[in-house]
C-alpha cells in the first residue's frame, strides 16, 4: 500500500491544510468550538487572521489569541500569526507613523527634461524638491529617437548645478537632462508609512511592534503550538509617483519607464557602487529596460539580508519559523 495513504488510514499523516481562522473581537466565547471544527476537518493547523480583529497586539487580541492558543495546544494543533494588523504585511501596526517616521521609505525619482542641441551654455532649473529630498545627480543622456530609448554613456554635469540652475553645454542631437533624488516620494497610500524593506533599521520596527510583544505575551508556545508568523507579500511599495506621467498598470511597470520611483537606500546605493566598479548613479535615468539588471537585483538580495537577517532569526531564535513572502507558506518551525 502507498505509504502516505497508510498515514492517512492509521492517523499518522503530516498536515496539507492551513486554513484562516477569521479573530473577531467580541466574539471571544465562540473561539473553542471554531478551533475544534478546524479540527474535525482534518486540518491540524491553521493561520489566525489579525487583520479581521480590531484590537491587534491590544488586550482584547491578547485574551483571544490566549484562547486560541490554549485550545490548538489541547488538541495537539499548530498555531500561525498573520504578523500585521493590515496587507500587505509592513505597516508594523503602525509604528512608523507613531514613533520612528524616520525610518519611512526611501526612493530613487527622476524628473527630466529633452533639449535639441548644440546650445552654448543652455540653461535648466532645478525642481522644486521637499527639503529632505536628496539629489543624487544630474545627467545628460543623448535620446534614440525612438519613444523613451536612450544610447551612449550618460555625462554626469552635476558639478554644473549651482543656486537651482544647471548651465550646461547641448552636443548637437536630441538629449535629455535628468535630475534625479532620493526622496519619500513614490509610495502609495498608507504604502508611505510602511517600513523600508532594504533597511535593516526599518525592519527591525516590524520585530518591536508585532514579534516581540508576541513573544512576551505567549513565550511557553513558541516553537511548539505556536509555529511562526506568516508575512503576507510584503513589498518594496514603490509606483508612478509624476504628474502628467500615464501609469501603464501595475503589471505592466518595468524599470525604464518615466516617473516610476526606484527602491533606494545608502547600503543599496554602496553596493551597486562597489558591483559597478564606480559611481552606479548614472546608469538610472531610464533606458527602456525591462528585465534583470543590477538594481533590481541588488535590491532583492539586500531584501533577502534586512528581511530575512532581522526578521527571521528573530523569530527562529525564539523557536519559531517565518513563512509567507509569497502566496504559499515558506519555511517551517524549528526549536533552539
Known sequence: MDQQLQEILEGREHNC??????????????????????RQSGARAFCVESRTHSDFAGPGWWRDLGIVLEEAEKRGMQVWILDDR???TG???????QKYPERRKWHLVEFHADAIGPVAQAAFLEPQRPAEDRLTGVFLCRRAGSGEELCGEPVDVTDRLRDGVLLTDIPEGCWRVFFLYQSREGAPGRQAEYIHLIDRESVSTLIEAVYEPHYAHFRKYF???????FSDEPSFGNAFFSRGVPDPGMKNRTLGLPGLALPWSEELAAELDRRCGGRAAPAFPPSGTAGETPERN???SIWMSSHASTAMPSAASSGTGAGRT??????????T
Open 91 to 97: 505597516w508594523a501596526n503602525g509604528l512608523i507613523s
Open 298 to 300: 541588488c535590491a532583492s
Open 326 to 335: 509569497g502566496c504559499s507558506i515558506s519555511a517551517t518551525s524549528s526549536r
Open 86 to 88: 493590515h496587507f500587505p
Open 223 to 229: 516553537g511548539g503550538t505556536l509555529a511562526g508568523f
Open 17 to 38: 491544510l492551513l486554513p484562516f481562522l477569521w479573530m473577531q473581537d467580541g466574539k471571544t466565547g465562540d473561539l473553542p468550538r471554531q478551533v475544534e471544527t478546524v
